[in-house]
């Protein structure tokens, strides 16, 4: 069946799926879906070609995805993505948080990519038309949420390498997601990695590239090893600036209770601008937390913690909003931050921008915005 809809002022033809769960198929999928490993019935797709521009907007069935072998991307990888979350407010309605950051975003990525860049109100008609065919895929559990992940890849045929592609597709899917820790918030213990380098100035770090992702395997491996949880990554030219964690940003609490204060690593175009870390330079503040953006060393740190300067670490992102820190290995040794557990700050701040998320608080920065 295909017709069309008109959102954000902008049409896309609907072309929905024969093949749609049932109430009770998605029921049980919903029930445990984990997390990137359900996915709705269907996904947003449009396509680009230099001299047309953007056309061809479209809701069509979730399936596979079509490509010629020598399809740019997958030899030269153009790919870069977005990632954020739909969630169920109290009144029932559809609501994301800060979708017009990530379509910022998506295009700062897209211009040091060579790729073009997806006008704001097509990346924000793209979600609303998702959901308002596939809304009922958001989870109603506790911290759950339907994942967003748009994504746009170079789709011109040919092996030259001489220019960038020519030709792109931006596709959206969705993928409904339980909490992202069992049996509670755990800290991780992290690995202080020294042997490999995620991004250097001048390159792709500030970017959300595929190819940033799978660089950073073996040393996220290299951690596992070590016992850890996740990778800590260092500047590329002396190996002791901290930079960030796997995929999310990093936190330090100096002090406790009402002399606590927050420090994270500048952005240097080394580190990805987080959206969940630029949200909580502004709620800290507000919530008594003096914040400041300041490098840090891995000797600072260690040195820090033993002497009970700092009380607390965490991590933060879209995936898991705030992750605690409380153990760091590196070939150096290891140490522990305060008691190793998931401090005050750390689960204030989770708690403020949870019920942000979630519309249980009121949003009075304009962050959030409802899409039924």
């Known amino acids: 069946m295909n017709s069309s809809t008109t959102t954000s002022g902008l049409t896309f033809d609907v072309r929905l799926s ?39 907007a479209r809701l069509e069935p979730y399936g596979p995805l079509t490509l010629d072998p020598a399809t740019a991307a997958l030899h030269y990888a153009q790919e870069i993505f977005e990632g954020l979350k739909a969630y169920r407010h109290p009144t029932g309605e559809a609501a994301c948080f800060r979708p017009d950051a990530n379509a910022a975003r998506l295009n700062r990525s897209a211009r040091r990519m060579a790729m073009p860049e997806l006008p704001e109100e097509l990346f924000l008609g793209a979600i609303e038309t998702l959901l308002q065919h596939d809304s009922e895929w958001i989870p109603t559990q506790p911290n759950s949420s339907l994942y967003l992940r748009p994504f746009m890849f170079a789709t011109d045929v040919g092996l030259g390498v001489n220019h960038p592609s020519r030709s792109y597709r931006f596709v959206l899917i969705a993928s409904p997601s ?43 491996s290299q951690a596992v090893e070590q016992g850890c949880d996740q990778v800590v990554w260092l500047d590329a030219k002396e190996h002791r600036w901290v930079e960030e964690m796997g995929g999310m940003n990093l936190f330090f609490v100096f002090g406790s209770g009402d002399d606590a204060r927050l420090l994270t690593p500048p952005l240097t175009g080394t580190l990805l601008p987080g959206i969940t870390r630029d949200s909580l330079l502004s709620l800290g503040p507000e919530l008594g937390f003096p914040t400041e953006e300041s490098p840090i060393s891995t000797e600072e740190w260690r040195r820090a913690a033993r002497s009970g300067e700092l009380t607390e670490v965490f991590a933060c992102g879209t995936a898991a909003v705030i992750t605690p820190v409380g153990h760091v290995k590196s070939k150096d040794g290891e140490f522990t931050i305060g008691d190793g557990g998931a401090g005050p700050v750390t689960m204030g701040l989770r708690e403020e921008l949870v019920a942000l998320q979630y519309g249980t608080r009121p949003d009075t920065h304009g962050w959030v915005r409802i899409f039924d």
């Open 178 to 220: 339980g909490p992202y820790f069992s049996g509670g918030i755990k800290p991780v213990t992290v690995w202080l990695s020294e042997d490999y380098t995620r991004a250097a100035p001048g390159g792709t770090g500030q970017a959300k590239f595929a190819g940033n992702y799978a660089a950073s395997f073996v040393a996220q």
């Open 18 to 56: 024969a093949q749609r769960k049932t109430p009770q198929e998605r029921a049980q999928l919903l029930d445990n879906p984990g997390f990137g490993t359900v996915f709705t019935d269907h996904m947003v797709a449009i396509d680009y070609t230099e001299g047309e521009g953007w056309y061809d």
